[in-house]
């Protein structure tokens, strides 16, 4: 049997964690996690799934550095540095191609850096379903999140005929759809063949080239030209080639164009931790549904107060008195205080502290 | 003439800034005077007013240290500690005698470390008009502002007939008036006889010493023993003859039974800096009405936000976005949010936190 490895995507930025995440420091950074790092819980939840040397993690050079510093254990070799940022697609054939130099049939696993998923039993029952799966018949493997409500911040995956009578349960997977508006959304979830993409992926070596070659042209030859430039040592030949390969992401130019595409439903409690509120997942509550992430020493009072979230770093007490459905943020340079009902606009407030000449906090 | 003294009375601790001040930085220590700390714009508003070797302080031990610490450069012997706490009474009585000892017919100001009055030009011209008054005639001299609208909060003094044509004006005090309830204190304004007590007194050695005899046996003759005690040198003799002076407040115990009381009033913007809120007052605001008191480097940034009251210190900033009317208050170890009509209530909280076992933060 081919080997497992496991890639994890660290590449992302983004806003919503603002001022808690910054440029240097993305969300896979934060100790989210209850109290744990995310990227960390991230390896920690693969321990046992395969080989530790089999733990690869793709990121950019404005991350790599933090990265070594957070994780001084992790080794250098099997941080994958993308020489710049293209998508998810040449993302994907870089891991490829540099795990194909050490097995040309592994197995991979290909996880974002930056989610929660309960608990670890659970996530390796499935990920071992979705390996067996995709080494029997070149099969590309997605995990289906079952949707608790009509959720327009996912894509969705529409569930073909079920595979077989083994669990976790398995669907051919019918068709990709983007991140849907509320109407769309809503209909999914009454239809009931509908599951939320998690971005968890499984496949072989030998699978993914092909799905590669079959969605983009282009695409399957860069990763071609990866292996073997890879294989061969050529670093600076490996530069050219990522940086000549599509922008275009896996879901786009991969997944939605592959012939075999099973979904494996997720038996998990999964979360993307897409915003300050997904604390109230992830965090402590206490009796009158106030939710805390707490880290380095931080602590909690509330007083008559309901309903908030308050995310703190390092020997700092966040004290609430009489208030409803606030987020609170606070950490070493900067403090936020919002509604909690727009905590999913943080962009907003970024561009206007940008725009205030504060980059110092960006 | 007689020399004029200033009394800083730098006693008081209170909750209603918590958890910008504590336990060993009360009120009178936090730069609220638009960024300078209350005590040092205390002192910095007497210069020009009287002799840089009369201002004094009086405090109590818990805060003389931290007070040394914060004013290097005030001499020490000019920090009167009290023995222990006993209302302003006995407070008053020890400056009086230990500036009686340099100068037994001294003219003296008594006022709170912790108000914010501006301008100073106008803040010399009242003092100056009662003294006047005061070494005329051994008058007791109040100052009075006019009410703005009928707080509860503040005590009131009545006017009776006004004393000359001199400005500012100046009233015989016909009664003092403790905080009243809302439908007293409404009923004051319309009648526009009132005005509110500023804490503020002005008086010779003499008229204060024969106001608290006339006031209470007890205080007058403690007073007199303090005076000898003083000149003497006897420290253990001063300890204790204050600790077995009247506890009781020099409003109650002298204002209230002297038999000549002036009130001048007020000319200038006086803020007794109460609660957060005064942030509107003392802070600086913008467009959309949010009011911020900023020191240390600490910064505010607002979005779609109004109404609010922020106060920082240190290198923090304060992001708000998209809330209303709130109070937040970011210091080193700790973070506040709550509502500003809410603020004046905050000992409610400062309770809890002693009960959560927090102690570290009072």
Request: some cysteine; hydrophobic content about 45%; glycine content about 8%.
């Amino acid at each position: 049997m081919s080997s497992l490895h496991a890639v994890i995507m660290a590449g992302g930025s983004g806003t919503r964690f603002w001022p808690a995440s910054r440029a240097t420091r993305p969300k896979q950074f934060l100790p989210l996690a209850r109290g744990k790092v995310l990227i960390q819980a991230t390896i920690d939840r693969l321990a046992g799934l395969c080989d530790e040397g089999h733990v690869w993690i793709v990121t950019n050079s404005a991350q790599a550095r933090s990265l070594r510093k957070l994780l001084p254990d992790f080794p250098r070799d099997r941080i994958v540095v993308e020489p710049e940022a293209r998508d998810t697609a040449p993302c994907v054939a870089l891991a490829t191609a540099t795990i194909a130099k050490l097995d040309p049939n592994a197995t991979m696993v290909v996880l974002p850096a930056d989610h929660v998923i309960e608990p670890i039993p659970a996530f390796h029952r499935m990920l071992k379903r979705a390996a067996k799966i995709a080494a029997d018949d070149e099969t590309l493997v997605t995990f289906g999140v079952k949707p608790t409500h009509p959720a327009t911040g996912y894509g969705y995956i529409e569930c073909g005929p079920r595979r077989d009578g083994d669990e976790p349960r398995a669907f051919a997977a019918k068709r990709f759809r983007e991140k849907p508006d509320l109407a769309t959304a809503t209909q999914f979830v009454a239809n009931g063949g509908f599951l939320w993409n998690s971005g968890i992926f499984v496949w072989t070596v030998p699978a993914i080239r092909r799905a590669m070659s079959r969605g983009s042209e282009a695409l399957g030859a860069a990763c071609d030209r990866l292996v073997e430039a890879i294989a061969a040592g050529k670093r600076t030949q490996v530069k050219r080639i990522f940086e000549q390969a599509p922008k275009t992401s896996v879901d786009y130019a991969v997944m939605e164009k592959a012939d075999k595409v099973a979904v494996v439903e997720a038996v998990v409690n999964w979360d993307d931790v897409g915003s300050f509120p997904a604390i109230e997942s992830v965090g402590t509550g206490d009796d009158e549904n106030n939710f805390a992430l707490l880290s380095g020493g931080a602590a909690k009072i509330a007083l008559q107060s309901r309903g908030n979230v308050v995310y703190a770093e390092g020997k700092r007490t966040v004290a609430l008195f009489g208030v409803e459905d606030l987020v609170v943020v606070a950490v070493g340079d900067a403090v936020l205080v919002c509604p909690k009902a727009r905590a999913g606009e943080l962009k907003t407030l970024v561009e206007h502290v940008r725009a205030a000449g504060r980059t110092d906090l960006l």
